[in-house]
Nanobody
């Protein structure tokens, strides 16, 4: 069973930075993709970025340039570096895992396993 545990959320001022971590374990398949998603109150869950076990990265256009996804060499940790944070970045951030395939999109429905989420709050 795939397990994902997020950490690193918190309260930060506008313009500040945070790094979120996702500890991944339990993969029974070789080619996987881990994505970061976020959900603000009253809004739909949206994709932020994803990275596959082979290093292929997808980024949401609206956050490109401020948010960077990466993983460690062992591919057991996936990080989301968030810079120049804005109040509208306030949300619960989730990491999720899915099987890599050519039609995989950065949308929640394409990912099967989810972490519990970590709160990010940006004050103005």
């Amino acid at each position: 069973e795939v397990q994902l545990v997020e950490s690193g959320g918190g309260l930060v001022q506008t313009g500040g930075s945070l790094r979120l971590s996702c500890a991944a374990s339990g993969f029974t398949f070789n080619d996987w993709t881990i994505g970061w998603f976020r959900q603000a109150p009253g809004k739909r869950r949206e994709g932020v970025a994803s990275i596959s076990s082979r290093g292929r990265i997808m980024n949401a256009d609206s956050m490109k340039g401020r948010f960077t996804i990466s993983s460690d060499n062992a591919k057991t940790m996936v990080y989301l570096q968030m810079n120049s944070l804005k109040p509208e970045d306030t949300a619960v951030y989730y990491c999720a895992a899915g099987i890599t395939h050519p039609l995989l999109r950065l949308t929640p429905g394409d990912f099967n396993s989810w972490g519990q989420g970590t709160q990010v709050s940006v004050s103005s």
